[in-house]
């Protein structure tokens, strides 16, 4: 079994091949040959992950990426970013970093908010001069805030599988996900900082009030994606249907910038763009689904119960566990499996279930970026077009921080907890 | 993908694919802005008319499905796959690296599809449908076994253009 | 050696009770000629592929409310009928006479599922953002239900939309507003804290969830008789003595739902009598429009009618 789970795919893995074959050649070798599962589970499971509702957010998101690269709405958008911010250091990389917390607020998925990013403002990074590395290491680091801050659906399972309070954990995510956005954000301007290049762009009053006019359609975007799930028009997931249909009617009526032609190939490609991201969601299921039943992450746990740690201890131990498990289970199966066994010992070590729960969250969407698995990175892989080792390399810096960030979460209760009391 | 990628020799097989390589990005691009529509038609008639069309988050869920089993194909031709490129690209065993990996991926496939029809097959004779729509489930679950089928072919055909620019880098040394 | 996986899509509730009690019984009996292994949450997967899992054979056992099983055979719908019990134990002496639970367990043996458990889950309630009080509070309420018309036309019967919302999707609508309300059990709600979104719980006695634990039939047929029996007897043994766990759990979590500020409204009885003769007609007419289902509706209505005259 250590063969066919872990071996193989380690070596197909480093052959290069597609991530997804990574997962299901090592799923098929075990149903065949090792153990007797039937091999129906396959079509099951991917079908199973597949036809998940919540996962809609990534096509739609993609689309209205596509959309907006297409029609012109992400480059007025970029314009006006530099110049309203051109002075500030590091604007561009704020800027950045604003848009993934807007987005990944409002669309819950990080790889969605990775593909909308990568679509609008990779072109603005590289025209600040960020290398394409660091361009692309902070549109998929970003992006992990998307879980964090409400809706989430990470929190949503955590609340499910561990009987927690979700408008509690929702409430908690918000400081969590503003400390990690606001360490990043004082990485990126610390770094343009010692670079000294912060007055490339001058400020220029009627540029920027022009390059306003021109953005004002795609600045509505967020605000009408966001009110919408406010007021409660529509639901976080259909809000990314509305977003495609919004940058569709911009683009058609507005800056009549996108033809009947383009607008199918730009569904086209966010289809495309999905099967590429989500058979890699539904490989890794049928691979989860075997972790499962053979119960390696419950022997896991087990192994971590018998230490006899402190609630000091657990902490680390639980940080430590769940980077290595994002690397093989995929998010959801992690926090359906893992918490119903976690959470009952960290309250017998009086952990609150509600700052645990973040706790996990924020592990699950580091792990989303970070190698050798994440899928923001290669959410960007697909849609930047740049190799994965120039990935990982921009990612590094970000993942520290977001550590760090994470370290402060875990040891420092109030944090989380403090809004949570009051309400 | 320009026609001298498309790996089936023969000028009309090569049109043909490539036309069909056309005809199923126009389906996933129709298909997808269906959906879009469908989702805002939905929302917007709870939210202003306090009606739903029942079965619409099926609908989305099932036509997910579809695309992604689709657009798996069509990754497969255009060699779009998201993968850990670690080789660099001008290693030797690149033609004969490639050569593997499409094998891999026409074998996990095609075992992915096998078990899928089997699956269908049950599913087909048990015949149970969904619960909003009232599909007969075997339509959606269909789809898995079309896209695995199609990637499958697709596959071999990559392994042949594979086979065929290993054997003539090897002539050439 | 045998693995018998239990899947569920809740934890901590009646139905995982159930799972473990049957645990114990059948391991006291057959040792470890069985080893049994417990899922609950949806670790095996999400409702409809526990359900497809089930009845082809990649899970061996799955317990689910009944309206969840439907798809794999409309005959479970018979249990969903609104109104159709007036109490829990009347609920139990229905579904646990001796004759009838024969029947029960071999009632879907042509769909290759074996019930080996049937229990009293919990009774189906409305939550509201605001109180709901009488009858004509629900007119124009978006009320998220199950897909399922037992639910979807009663609901539409006192003028409110019923909104088949994914479960993903219920905890941001319901604090925006996009819906006012769902149909569900109490245990759910407190599982869920779902009083830090809404306080408000009307009893509509709308009707009570039954759970059913079913086996895949090729995989128990392939045991041998003394574990099939050992199993038949666990799943007995269990049902009784988690029936009045489930009847406690549902009184503490209602507890538990007034202690965190929730309110638990009546409706005036009046109102709420001419509310469930209407749903108990409608639902009929949807059980009795496909003659298998009519008979098994039937035959139910037969054990529960000699039970209220032996009364
Ligand atoms: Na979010
Ligand atoms: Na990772």
């Known amino acids: 079994m250590i063969v066919t789970l872990a071996a193989l795919p380690v070596a197909l893995l480093a052959l290069g091949a597609p991530v997804f074959i990574v997962f299901l050649a090592g799923a098929i070798a075990t149903i065949a040959w090792v153990l007797p599962v039937p091999p129906i589970i396959i079509q099951q499971t991917v079908f199973g992950s597949l036809s998940n509702y919540a996962l809609l957010a990534v096509p739609f998101f993609l689309f209205a990426g ?358 | 993908m320009s026609p001298r990628d498309m ?139 079309v896209g695995f089928a199609l990637t499958a072919a697709v596959a071999l055909a990559t392994a042949l253009a594979d086979a065929r620019a290993l054997v003539s880098e090897e002539s050439r040394r | 050696q045998t693995v018998m996986k239990m899947a569920s899509a809740t934890i901590n509730d009646v139905q995982h009770e159930f799972q473990k009690v049957f645990k114990r019984e059948l391991e006291a009996t057959v040792g470890d000629a069985i080893t049994v292994e417990i899922y609950p949450a949806s670790q095996l997967g999400p409702i409809p592929q526990m359900a497809e899992g089930v009845a082809f054979g990649t899970i061996e056992s799955f317990i689910s409310p009944t309206s969840f099983l439907t798809p794999l055979d409309p005959k479970f719908q018979v249990f969903d009928v609104p109104g159709l019990f007036a109490s829990p134990d009347e609920l139990s002496a229905v579904i646990h006479d001796p004759d009838y639970r024969d029947h029960i367990e071999t009632m879907f043996l042509d769909r290759g599922l074996r019930v080996i458990g049937a229990i009293y889950n919990s009774p189906v309630l409305i939550l509201t953002r605001k109180p709901v009080e009488t009858v004509a509070d629900m007119k124009g309420l978006k009320v998220r239900t199950f897909a399922s018309p037992l639910q979807v036309l009663p609901m539409e019967a006192v003028g409110a939309i019923a909104t088949p919302l994914p479960l993903s999707e219920v905890v941001p609508q319901l604090q925006s507003g996009g819906i006012d309300g769902m149909l569900a059990g109490m245990p759910i709600l407190t599982a869920f804290k779902f009083y830090d979104i809404a306080k408000n719980v009307t009893d509509l006695d709308f009707s009570f969830i039954v759970s059913m634990n079913v086996v895949n039939e090729q995989w128990f047929q392939s045991q041998a008789p003394e574990i099939q029996e050992a199993i038949r007897q666990a799943g007995r043994a269990a049902e009784a003595e988690v029936f009045p766990w489930g009847v406690e759990n549902v009184a503490r979590a209602n507890g538990v739902w007034t202690d965190n500020g929730g309110m638990i409204h009546q409706l005036p009885a009046d109102e709420l009598k001419a509310m469930l003769a209407e749903f108990e007609s409608i639902g009929a007419e949807v059980v009795t429009a496909e003659p298998a289902t009519a008979e098994e509706y039937e035959r139910l209505q037969g054990v529960l009618k000699a039970k209220r005259e032996a009364n």
């Open chain 2, 7 to 145: 790996p089936i020799g023969g000028d009309i097989l090569a049109t043909l694919s490539a036309a069909s390589h056309k005809l199923v990005r126009l389906l996933l691009g129709l298909v997808l802005l269906a959906m879009t529509l469908a989702n805002a038609l939905n929302a917007g008639a709870r939210y202003l008319f306090g009606t739903q069309m029942r079965g619409t988050d099926e609908l989305l869920a099932f036509s997910q499905v579809g695309i992604v089993m689709l657009g798996l194909a069509v990754v497969t031709a255009e060699r779009r796959h998201l993968a850990v490129d670690l080789f660099p690209a001008k290693s030797p065993i690149n033609a004969l690296r490639r050569l593997v990996l499409s094998l891999v991926t026409f074998a996990a496939t095609l075992y992915a599809a096998i078990q899928s029809y089997a699956f269908v097959e049950r599913m087909a004779a048990f015949g149970s449908k969904s619960m909003g729509l009232g599909v007969p489930m075997v339509i959606p679950h269909a789809l898995v076994f």
């Open chain 1, 66 to 423: 596509e959309l907006m690269r297409r029609s012109g709405i992400a480059d007025r958008l970029v314009d006006f970013a530099i110049a309203a911010v051109g002075r500030v250091p590091g604007s561009m990389g704020l800027t950045t970093i604003g848009a993934g917390t807007v987005l990944g607020a409002v669309s819950g998925s990080s790889p969605a908010t990775v593909a909308a990013l990568g679509k609008t403002l990779y072109p603005g990074l590289l025209r600040t001069r960020h290398s394409p590395s660091e361009a692309a290491g902070l549109i998929a680091s970003s992006a992990s805030v998307a879980i964090v801050i409400p809706p989430s659906i990470a929190m949503i399972l955590y609340g499910a599988a561990a009987e927690q309070s979700i408008a509690k954990l929702f409430i908690a995510g918000v400081p969590a996900g503003l400390l990690i956005a606001g360490l990043m954000a004082l990485w990126v301007v610390g770094v343009a900082l010692v670079r000294g290049s912060a007055s490339e762009h001058r400020f220029v009053a009627a540029i920027a009030v022009r390059a306003f006019l021109r953005a004002v359609p795609g600045l509505l975007m967020p605000v009408f994606v966001l009110g919408g799930i406010v007021a409660g028009w529509f639901s976080p997931t259909e809000a990314g249907g509305f977003a495609a249909l919004y940058a569709i009617l911009v683009g058609i009526l507005v800056h009549r910038s996108l033809s009947l032609s383009e607008l199918l190939e730009a569904a086209a490609e966010a289809a495309v763009l999905s099967a590429q991201i989500l058979i890699i969601v539904a490989a890794a299921g049928v691979f989860s689904y075997l972790l499962t039943t053979q119960q390696v992450p419950q022997a896991l746990i087990g192994w971590v119960g018998g230490l006899g740690l402190n609630a000091w201890q657990f902490l680390l131990a639980v940080n430590l566990l769940l980077l290595a498990v994002g690397c093989l289970l995929d998010p959801t199966s992690a926090i359906l499996v893992l918490s119903p066994l976690l959470v009952p010992m960290a309250t017998s070590l009086g952990i609150d279930p509600i700052h645990f729960g973040i706790v996990m969250t924020v592990n699950l969407a580091i792990g989303m970026f970070t190698p050798p698995f994440g899928l923001n990175v290669f959410v960007a892989q697909s849609v930047l077009g740049l190799p994965l080792g120039t990935i990982f390399r921009g990612v590094l810096p970000f993942a520290i921080v977001q550590i760090l960030a994470l370290a402060i979460i875990t040891y420092w209760p109030p944090l989380t907890l403090a809004i949570t009391r009051l309400v």
